[in-house]
C-alpha cells in the first residue's frame, strides 16, 4: 500500500475511533453518574473492589491479546504469511487461559471474598453475585480475544466505533432501569454488564465467520514449537501483565484494608476519569498500531521509526488538548457530572490525570518493542516498576500517610520507567531514542510548560458564575488549540490540515 494510502487510512480510522470516544464518552459520562447516584458510594466502590479481585487472574488475558495482536500482523505483513494457523495457535491459548481463570476464581477468588475482603456486614452474598457474574464476563472477554484482534489486525476500526456505541446505548438502558428496579440494583447492575459482554462475543464472531470464514476455520495446530514462540512473548507479556494487575486492583485491595469502601468508590470514580482522558489521547496510537508491525515486519523501518516517532507526539498533542481546559476547572465539571461530589475525588481525579499525562509518554514505544519481539528486558524492567509500589505503598499507609499517596508513587515509578525504556529501546533495539525525544516530546512539552503558567496564573483567581466557569473552559480550550497547531505541528502538517479545511469549506458552500 502506498505511504500517503497507508497515512490516510490511519487518518480515517482514528477519526472512526474519535466518533465512538466522543459517543462512548458521553453515554459513560451519564452512565457513571446514574449508577453512582442508584448504586451509592459504598456499593460502587464494593462492585469496584470485587471486580479488581478476578481482573487479577483474568487481566492476564491482555498479555496473550497482545500476542495475538503481534503475531497476526506479523503474518499480514508476510507476503506467505499464515494467518490462520497463526489464529488458532492463539484461540487454543485463550480457551486454555479461560478455563485456568475461572478454576481459579472459583476457589482462590472465592476464598478471599469469605476471609479476607472488607465489606459490610450483610453484602457477603451480593459480593459473591457480582463475582460469579463478573468470572462469566470476563471468561468470555478472554475467548474472544482472537477474533476481536482480528478486526485490529484487518483495520476494522469502522465497524468496531458503530458496535461500540450501539453496545454503550444498550448498556445505557438497561442502567435507566436501575432507577425503577425496586430489587437488588447492585446484582441488576452486574447482570446488565455481563450481558453487553456476551453481546459482544457473539456479534464479534458472527461477522468475523462472515468476512474472514477460511481464517477464522477451526483447526487444531500440533507441535510444541509452534507455540512455543507465542508463548514466549505472551509470557513477557504476562509477567509486565501481572505487575500492572496487581498494582492496579493490588491497590484497590491495600486501600480497602487501610481504608473503607468509600474511599475505594471515590478511587474508582478518578479512575474512570482517568481511562477516559487517556482513552483520548491512545486512539491514534491504536489506530497506528497494525501499520507499525506489519512496517516492521515486511523490513520497512523507515516507514515504522517515522510512525513511531509521530505517534509519541500525537498522543500528547492530543492529551493537552483534553488535559487542560478539565484541569483548570475541574471541581466544577465533577459537580456538573456527579452532581454530588464524594471526598477525596477532586484530588484523586487530579493525580489520576497527572499520572495519565505521564503513561501517555509512551506513545509508540510499546508497539515497536511488540514488532521487535525482543521485549524480555522492557517487561522485566517495568514489571519491577509495577511490583514495587505496592510494598512501598503499603509502608506509607501502616505509618499513616493518606490515601492520595499510591498514586504519587504511581507517577514517580511511571517516570524512572519511562527512562528506562529509553535506554533499552537504544540498546537492545537500535532505535534512535534521543531522535525520539526531541520529537515525540519537545513540541508537547514546551506547550505544557506555558499551560501551566496559565493554570497558575487562574489559581490566584475566584468566582463563582457556572457561566464564567464555562466560558473558562472555552477560552483554555482555544488557547491549547492555538498553541498544538501554530506549536506542536510541522510545517507540513499545517499545511495539509489547513488545505484539508479549505476543501471542506469550498464543498458545504
Known amino acids: 500500500m502506498p505511504e500517503n494510502s497507508s497515512n490516510k487510512k490511519i487518518a480515517f480510522n482514528t477519526v472512526y475511533m474519535y466518533i465512538r470516544l466522543f459517543m462512548t464518552l458521553i453515554i459513560g459520562l451519564y452512565t457513571s453518574r446514574v449508577v453512582l447516584l442508584v448504586l451509592g458510594i459504598s456499593d460502587y466502590g464494593l462492585y469496584n473492589v470485587v471486580g479488581g479481585i478476578l481482573v487479577m487472574f ?58 479476607k475482603l472488607n465489606v459490610a456486614a450483610g453484602q457477603l452474598g451480593d459480593a459473591l453475585f457480582v463475582f460469579h457474574i463478573s468470572i462469566i464476563s470476563a471468561c468470555l472477554g ?26 454503550s446505548l444498550i448498556r445505557l438502558g438497561g442502567i435507566m432501569l436501575l432507577q425503577y428496579y425496586e430489587g437488588n440494583v447492585l446484582r441488576f447492575y452486574s447482570i446488565i454488564m455481563c450481558l453487553t459482554t456476551v453481546n459482544t462475543f457473539v456479534v464479534y464472531y458472527w461477522i ?20 512455543k514462540e507465542v508463548l514466549y512473548f505472551g509470557g513477557w507479556n504476562l509477567l509486565s501483565t501481572i505487575a500492572l494487575v496487581a498494582r492496579s486492583s493490588g491497590c484497590d485491595l491495600i486501600i480497602n484494608h487501610f481504608f473503607n469502601t468509600a474511599i475505594n468508590g471515590a478511587f474508582a470514580v ?51 488538548l483534553a488535559f487542560f481546559p478539565l484541569y483548570i476547572e475541574l471541581d466544577f465539571i465533577l459537580h ?35 514488532a521487535s519481539g525482543k521485549i524480555k528486558w522492557f517487561k522485566i524492567s517495568g514489571s519491577i516498576s509495577f511490583l514495587i509500589c505496592i510494598p512501598v505503598g503499603y509502608w506509607l499507609y501502616s505509618i499513616g500517610a493518606p490515601a492520595y499517596s499510591m498514586l504519587v508513587l504511581f507517577i514517580i515509578a511511571d517516570i524512572a520507567q519511562r527512562v528506562v ?38 489559581s490566584f483567581i475566584t468566582y463563582e458564575s457556572p457561566i464564567l466557569k464555562l466560558l473558562n473552559i472555552t477560552v483554555c480550550f482555544l488557547m491549547t488549540t492555538t498553541l498544538v497547531y501554530f506549536i506542536g505541528l510541522t510545517p507540513g502538517e499545517k499545511t495539509k490540515i489547513t488545505t484539508y479545511a479549505k476543501r471542506k469549506i469550498r464543498f458545504f458552500c
Open 58 to 115: 483474568t487481566f492476564i488475558s491482555s498479555s496473550l491479546n497482545a500476542a495475538t495482536s503481534r503475531f497476526l500482523n506479523v503474518e499480514l505483513g508476510k507476503p506467505d504469511g499464515d494467518v490462520n494457523k497463526s489464529y488458532n495457535l492463539n484461540l487454543t491459548l485463550h480457551v486454555l487461559l479461560a478455563i485456568i481463570t475461572l478454576l481459579l476464581a472459583e476457589t482462590i477468588g472465592v476464598w478471599y471474598i469469605h476471609n
Open 142 to 167: 478472554i475467548i474472544n480475544g482472537p477474533c476481536s484482534s482480528l478486526f485490529v489486525a484487518f483495520e476494522k476500526f469502522g465497524f468496531m466505533a458503530k458496535f461500540d456505541i450501539i453496545n
Open 208 to 227: 468475523a465467520l462472515r468476512k474472514w470464514p477460511q481464517i477464522i476455520r477451526i483447526k487444531f495446530v500440533k507441535g510444541w514449537r509452534n507455540y
Open 270 to 320: 478518578s479512575k474512570t476519569v482517568n481511562n477516559y482522558i487517556t482513552t483520548f489521547s491512545t486512539n491514534f496510537d491504536s489506530a497506528s498500531a497494525p501499520q507499525i508491525i506489519q512496517s516492521y515486519s515486511n523490513g520497512n523501518h523507515d516507514r515504522c521509526n517515522y510512525l513511531v516517532n509521530k505517534l509519541g507526539r500525537f498522543c500528547l498533542l492530543l492529551f493537552e
Open 336 to 370: 456538573l457530572w456527579l452532581k454530588d461530589v464524594p471526598d477525596n475525588v477532586l484530588l484523586f481525579c487530579q493525580l489520576n490525570l497527572l499520572l495519565a499525562a505521564v503513561a501517555l509518554t509512551c506513545g509508540g514505544i510499546v508497539q515497536i518493542t511488540n
Open 421 to 458: 525504556q529509553l535506554i533499552l529501546l537504544k540498546t537492545i533495539i537500535g532505535f534512535n531514542s534521543w531522535n525520539y525525544v526531541k520529537e515525540a516530546y519537545g513540541r508537547p512539552f514546551l506547550i505544557a510548560a506555558m499551560m501551566t503558567l496559565v493554570l497558575w496564573g487562574h
